[in-house]
């Protein structure tokens, strides 16, 4: 049951885009189409972001992607926005549990 | 409105219990797996039990084996966690969420703090 593993942060000016990379196994992100991403901000519960690697939940702006290839899936967030500055945290089910990122600190420039 | 709402938290001395509660509201919580995951202070997310619809079956992460309990009572719409032997290392903050989408928790609550300390 080992973390996933995220860069520690990543950043970019308003109208750019980050990737964000989630690497994990054969076990977990190799094995399975359910990587979830999930949006939290200072002091707050996450917020579903992406699921089953590349759905967006309703409400979730389309400039949120994912994609897997793999041992390692990928958050993008592309035209960033101010309110995007948050930590960034990828999900796997790993056959009967789940594991986290270590998590992915998305500053706005 | 879709709402799960965690109590319980607390301050507690190593190798004692705390029972977490999580009322649900909104949703058929009768149809769903339910799962608690914790956040230490400053750290990342992680996940610590689930259990299925009927509550038949229950999983755990490896450190709280044998010391978590997970249960629910689909008459009340309500998850609970039971903790005993409780370590320093189990400070965090819990949060219970629900995965309506195939492994993915889509409503969580605003957590409860659970601290041990002597």
């Known amino acids: 049951q080992s973390a996933l593993t995220q860069p520690p942060s990543a950043s970019g000016s308003p109208g750019q885009s980050v990737t964000i990379s989630c690497t994990g196994t054969?076990?977990?992100?190799?094995?399975?189409?359910?990587v979830s991403w999930y949006q939290q901000h200072p002091g707050k519960a996450p917020k579903l972001m992406i699921y089953?690697?590349?759905k967006r939940p309703s409400g979730v702006p389309d400039r949120f992607s994912g994609s897997k290839s793999g041992n390692t899936a990928s958050l993008t967030v592309s035209g960033l926005q101010a309110e995007d500055e948050a930590d960034y945290y990828c999900?796997?089910?790993?056959?009967?549990?789940?594991?986290f990122g270590t998590g992915t600190k998305v500053t706005v420039l | 409105e879709v709402q799960l709402v965690e109590s319980g938290g607390g301050l507690v001395q190593p190798g004692g219990s705390l029972r977490l509660s999580c009322a649900a509201s909104?949703?058929?919580?009768?149809?769903?797996?339910m799962s608690w995951v914790r956040q230490a202070p400053g750290t990342g997310l992680e996940w610590v039990a689930n259990i299925k619809p009927d509550g038949s079956e229950k999983y755990y992460m490896d450190s709280v084996k044998g010391r978590f309990s997970i249960s629910r009572d689909n008459a009340k719409n309500s998850l609970y966690l039971q903790m005993n032997s409780l370590r320093a290392e189990d400070t965090a903050v819990y949060y219970c969420?629900?995965?309506?989408?195939?492994?993915?928790?889509?409503?969580w609550g605003q957590g409860t703090m659970v601290a041990v300390s002597s």
């Open positions: 054969s076990s977990d992100v190799g094995g399975y189409n359910y």
């Open positions: 969420a629900s995965y309506r989408v195939a492994h993915a928790f889509d409503i």
């Open positions: 999900s796997s089910f790993a056959g009967s549990f789940y594991v």
């Open positions: 909104g949703f058929t919580f009768s149809s769903y797996w």
């Open positions: 089953e690697v590349s």
